[in-house]
């Protein structure tokens, strides 16, 4: 077994190349995934932002939705951003017990940053770059609210699964994308 983890990256559409950057960076194998057998053998799984709706055609489409369900199911962390946060929720895949809110902030020239503190990281606030971000407009007791803009939350973990509803590849600060790889080094 390799020293370094394998993270696979859902590498469907969206920001898929920029996670894997910073995943390699901070010295994780990375494996883009695109059909079930992509699934093999992973560590971890990013699932990025990008558009949620080509997104879930092409899971559809790959017949990926079981296969990533059993993938959480096995204890396998995951990471969605953006999107990926959409995905995740009760109405796509069904792995969180969250609902998000598509384009919760506006369109794309709505787009912002944003301050983010996180309890359980140090070093001071996370800057988070929202592009048409969803936030998390329904959860469920076993969810953990991690932050929040003007009161809905846009990060959230549950058991190995935490979502964020901004872009962490597109600045340099890599502590969200550690904090995914410290737990998905504990689980190995």
Partial sequence: MSSKPLVGVLALQGGFAAHADVLRSLGAEVREV???ADLEGLDGLVLPGGESTTMTLGIERERLAEPLRELARSGVPMFGTCAGLILL????LGLMDIVARRNAFGRQVH????ELHFPD???GPVRA???RAPWIEEHGDG???????DGHPVAARQGGLSVI???PELGADTRLHERFLSQVRERR
């Fill in 34 to 36: 695109r059909v079930p």
């Fill in 143 to 149: 969810v953990e609210i991690l932050a929040s803009v």
């Fill in 111 to 114: 787009s912002f940053e944003e």
């Fill in 129 to 131: 770059v929202f592009i």
């Fill in 165 to 167: 509803a901004f872009h």
């Fill in 121 to 123: 990281l140090d070093g």
């Fill in 89 to 92: 929720d009760r109405t796509h």
